[in-house]
């Protein structure tokens, strides 16, 4: 099933392009800080909210890495 019609795979998609986005943005600010508009700047807006709001998204992450090991 795609991971637009599962809603579970979904939330770890999102999650995982948040993760990444802050990672990218760590190493080369600047790969990131060209785009603010458009459709890459959906990069650093994911890149955005996890430096922000790290302590939320890293429980997230934790939470949703449990469900996927023990939920099935």
Sequence with gaps: MSAIFN???LLTVILLLIC??????????KL????????????WKCAR????KSPYVACCCIIMAFTILFSE
Excluded: M, W
């Design 7 to 9: 809603f579970q795979s």
């Design 20 to 29: 990444t986005c802050a990672y990218i943005r760590a190493l080369s600010p």
């Design 32 to 43: 990131l800080d060209k785009n603010k508009t458009g459709f890459l700047g959906i990069f």
């Design 49 to 52: 909210i996890g430096e922000r």
